[in-house]
């Protein structure tokens, strides 16, 4: 396939096992891990986890990502349709509260076929992207995903451009939470988990209080009270690869998150915020094929 499935559209050959272009991922999923995961928010992780696979490649460039053995290093496992499959199968039989896929835009094509089957225990569909998709592109995914957990990382394109190397990112992300919303409309949890429905995630990073509240402002600014949830992340760690970044190569600093959650609660958004104890390294899964 000549691939346009993220807003890159950089039309590189993609077969079952062998990928070119910015992704570099063949057009079957690789995967790095799949297990249970308890550090989502509570209302994704829940008491039992979140059954978690973790797909390999990324459409972004993020300077700071934590998980660079994955996204740039492209280490994993290729699956065909039925193995994919049958790992989900794997992760309700653990007790998962969901079938969560963490990075899965490059893949969004074959998942599509994928989710079109029942889910093994009837478990709610989580979607865990960077938020760099095409609001088009998603559409395929109407009816298959339940929850969007989709990041909004920016909304300023130099920033985005920056660290990421997606100047055209905050456009994009935009209308792609748009359309996730539109897909699931108002937020539902039962028990305490999201059945179905948004949450949108913002990473604070270094410095940059000003345009968490931007972030924030637009969240306010674009849905209802309380029909999408918020989540304020503060775990931030600075890992290998920041040369020429010098502003990121410290931890957030107590003050900025006390600044950005006096400002979520300012503008009543209904969510969640992360805690300074969730920074560091400890808290970065190990990408070592375990549940493949």
């Not at 079952?16 to 989502?40: D, I, K, N």
């Not at 009816?143 to 994009?172: I, M």
């Amino acid at each position: 396939m000549l691939c346009a499935l993220c807003p890159r559209r950089c039309g590189a050959l993609r077969d079952e096992t062998r990928g070119e272009g910015f992704c570099q991922m063949p057009s079957l999923p690789v995967c790095a891990r799949a297990a249970l995961h308890f550090w989502e928010e509570p209302c994704i992780s829940g008491q039992a986890g979140a059954g978690t696979v973790f797909f390999s490649g990324c459409t972004l460039g993020c300077v700071f990502c934590q998980n660079r053995p994955i996204s740039r290093e492209n280490f994993g496992k290729t699956l065909t349709p039925d193995e994919l499959y049958a790992v989900f199968g794997r992760l309700a039989g653990q007790g998962a509260c969901c079938i969560e896929l963490v990075t899965p835009t490059q893949f969004t094509h074959t998942l599509s076929r994928v989710l079109g089957r029942p889910v093994p225990g009837n478990l709610p569909v989580v979607w865990n992207s960077g938020g760099y998709e095409r609001a088009d592109v998603l559409k395929a995914l109407e009816g298959k995903v339940d929850v969007y957990l989709p990041d909004l990382k920016y909304l300023t394109p130099a920033l985005a451009e920056k660290y990421s190397g997606a100047k055209d990112y905050p456009p994009a992300a935009k209308a792609a939470i748009l359309e996730m919303f539109r897909q699931r409309g108002p937020v539902r949890l039962e028990n305490g988990l999201l059945k179905s429905g948004v949450l949108i995630r913002h990473l604070i990073l270094p410095g940059q209080v000003a345009e968490a509240r931007r972030v924030m402002d637009w969240v306010a600014d674009s849905f209802p009270p309380g029909a999408v949830l918020f989540s304020l992340m503060a775990q931030y760690t600075p890992v290998g690869g920041l040369d020429g970044f010098p502003e990121l190569g410290r931890p957030l600093r107590p003050s900025e998150l006390r600044a950005a959650r006096a400002y979520m609660e300012n503008l009543g958004l209904a969510g969640y915020v992360q805690g300074l104890e969730s920074c560091g390294e400890g808290f970065i899964p190990q990408f070592d094929l375990t549940g493949l």
